[in-house]
């Protein structure tokens, strides 16, 4: 199944990685508990380790999706539970993933701040909290 494409353009893959001193050299985001986008509760890749597995490797990239390791689905898990899979995998691990599009979100190995997350997940928290912000200012104010 190696780089495989799927249907719409989205290529998949499998990918062997070897557990390092540190594990496989890559952070994970998603899961029912801390959706990335509204309605997908999927893994994503957040961001590669410099120098780990996951990086000398070089297929695995910032933004792609993990829709299964050593053959167990990733579908419907909380944050905490995908992460517990990845650390009982064991020393050789199976990754099937989901490239994102050529045309998603920047990432791999680019050193931005923001951790492979996309833009919006970075705004839109921080308007939030600036509306919030705003709004006990004027509730404040007005009292007085």
Do not use: C
């Not at 829709?67 to 995908?82: C, E």
């Not at 839109?124 to 404040?140: E, F, N, Q, S």
């Amino acid at each position: 199944m190696n780089g495989s494409v799927a249907g719409g353009g989205v290529s998949e893959e499998v990918i062997r990685l070897t557990r390092g001193p540190s594990g496989l050299g890559f952070n994970i985001v998603g899961g029912t508990d801390q959706q990335v986008d509204s309605n997908d509760s999927s893994i994503y890749v957040s961001r590669i380790k410099k120098d780990g597995p996951a990086y000398l490797d070089g297929r695995l990239q910032e933004g792609d999706k993990i829709l299964a390791i050593n053959g167990r689905d990733l579908k419907n898990l909380r944050h905490m539970d995908a992460v517990e899979l990845f650390k009982n995998a064991g020393y050789d691990v199976i990754l099937k993933i989901q490239h994102r599009p050529q045309n998603g979100p920047a990432g791999h190995r680019g050193g931005g701040d923001s951790g492979g997350l996309p833009l919006a997940a970075i705004l839109i928290p921080g308007l939030a909290l600036t509306a919030a912000a705003v709004w006990i200012l004027l509730r404040y104010r007005h009292r007085m």
